[in-house]
Structure formats: C-alpha cells, structure tokens
C-alpha cells in the first residue's frame, strides 16, 4: 500500500492479460495496484508489486482482498454475483457493480435485459430441454441455431451451432445442468465492436467502432475503425453501447460485440464489463487507452479522449503455437519494422492460447494491416522470414 496522501488503491480481482495492462496504465496515473490472481505466476503476478493469490469464489478472500482498496474491478466476470452484493452492502466500491455485472454474466439475463430496452439482438429463446427443441427452432427460423451456455463461456467455450436436435444432444451442453439460450443464427457480413467508457458520475465516451476478425470463436484480428463502415450505423452502434451503460448502470469499460447484418442491421451479440480484447489498439492507436479510461472510470476521474491518433490502426492476437521462443522473434520483427509495437503477456507457449498482440497503425490499411500479420505469424512460428 501507499503511504503518499490521496493516492488511490484499485483492487482487480483476475490475474490475466487485462490485469497485466491494466496496472500499466495505473503506473502513469500514480495508481497502488493490487491483483487478485489464481496463482503466483499469471500474467498479472509477474509484474505487479501487491498480489494476493487466492481464490475469487470464496467470499472470506473477497473480503480480505477489499480492504484498503478504494474501488475493486475485474480482469473477468465469473465472480459470484452474490459474494459480490455482500461486499456491496459492506461499503466496498465495487465497479461495475453486480447489478450491472449480472447482463455480462448471465447471457440469458441479458437477452432479457435488452429486449426489453429495446435493443437490436438476435432472435433467440430459453429451451427447457431437448425435447422442446424443434419447436424453439421454428420459432427462431428454422435450423440451424447457435446454442451458448448462460454463464461461464469465453474465446468460443460454451458455444455450439448445430443443424439439427441430434447434434444438439451431441453436444451435452443439457446434461450440464446450466440453462441454455438458443439463438437464430445470424447472416451476418462481419463482428463489430463498439467499446465505451462510463463513470460513477455518468460522463461517458465512446471508442470508434472497429471490425473484430474471428477464428474459431476467438478474436484474431482488430481493425481501426471498422474500414467501409458507414457513419450512420457508426453513430447507432456507438449509441446503442451508451443506451447500454446508461440502462445498465455500468461503470467502467463496457465492449459491445455486434453482428452487421447483410441487410444493413446492427444486432447486440455479447457483453463485457471490462477491458476487452477488442481495445487493445488503443494503447498505441487512440489518445486515452482502454485501460487508462476504465481506470479513471472506476476512480471517478474526468475521462479522456478515445479519438485515434492515426487513419488506421490494427492488432493482431498472438496465438500460442509451435515456437516457443518469442524473445528470439522479436529480433526479426522489430528489426524490419521500427514502428510495431509489441506486448507479451509473460504466458507459456501453449496451442491457440492468447500469448501476445502486436499492434500498427498508419496511413494505409493494406500496409498496416501486412505489417501486423506478418509480426504476427513469425512470432508464432508460421512463416520464418
């Protein structure tokens, strides 16, 4: 803890990635930082200097952890909705809180939440079991559907489509004994995400809505604003996150991850009440990063600008593969290309595991968007010049 007068203690529960950048932007706002980790060796743990190791499911932890801090957030929403509420009712800041939190956490909670706002989402329903199935699907359209388990999924976990009610049953995503929503499976041109800011005292600011590329249900790619978007469905997918945080009652980051529909339509597909990955360009690309702004949020500071600081700006995830060293690969990549920037999460090298991003940003998409893959692939091994 810090013994200089009016410095801020924040306390994040989760010890990942988001954790790990967040501390960095607290080190330039002169932030005391303490991480909640799962174990000493995460991400987080490397590099902050206040770690608890313990578990987020225990509400004694949680307790522990609060004290002395002034706010406490998440690297992640899979803390315990009601360990939350308690320490609520204690008089801990916590930010976003669990009545926010819940629409994040709970996927059938938050189709709810937002139908009822009136908030473009899929069309979708709560099948009580297999056996009502094929009447959800008539439903919804007709097959196939996108099932997704109501709590607990993330990076494409916890989400099957399937043709048919057998393939259904393949999955045992019903014997789980977890509720499950089925969705419409949406024809959809591309993944949008709108990332916005929001304080205690309710001033907000809103990212320029980027083009997320997804692989296998997990985020690969992240384009500076989302290249051919028009401006009008621009300021409707930003305005729509704003509704949301302001309905909500978020405080804190808010990532609304959209469908653009073939037809010309904006669909909510998930949320997350965090720094997310679909911002990480704006630690170099914007003025405020992400990580800068959910903490001035959760401390009530004065938000700041999200403009983009160059016409485009992609990041590429680094996904574990066969090459281990990623040390090593920094001599080619940084040699051929002086203006990439590079973050790695201190993770060890494992099969489509989130190691790293590289990040660049310039004039020309076409450039930018190469200069990025091709970090990228070397650093996982995929192309070796």
Known sequence: MSNLVGVPTVGMIGGGQLARMTHQAGIALGVTFRVLAEGPDVSAAQVARHVTVGDYRDLRTLRDFAAGCDAITFDHEHVPTDHLHRLVDAGVAVRPGPHALLYAQDKGAMRERLTALGVPCPRHATPKGLADLEDVAAELGGWPLVLKTTRGGYDGKGVWVVDDARAAEETGVFDAGIPVLAEERVDYARELSAIVARSPSGQAIAYPVVESVQRDGICHEVIAPAPGLPEELAVRAQGIALRIAGELDVVGLLAV????????????????????????????????????????????????????RAPWTVMVNILGGAYPDMHRGLLHCQARDPALRVHLYGKEVRPARKIGHVTTFGDDLDDVRARARHAAAYLTGEIDE
Do not use: C, K, Y
């Open 257 to 308: 991850e959209l469908f653009e529909t073939r037809d010309g339509r904006i669909l909510v597909n998930e949320l997350a009440m965090r720094p997310h990955n679909t911002g990480h360009w704006s630690i170099e690309g914007a003025v405020t990063s992400q990580f800068e702004n959910h903490l001035r949020a959760v401390l009530d500071l004065p938000l700041g600008s999200p403009q983009a």
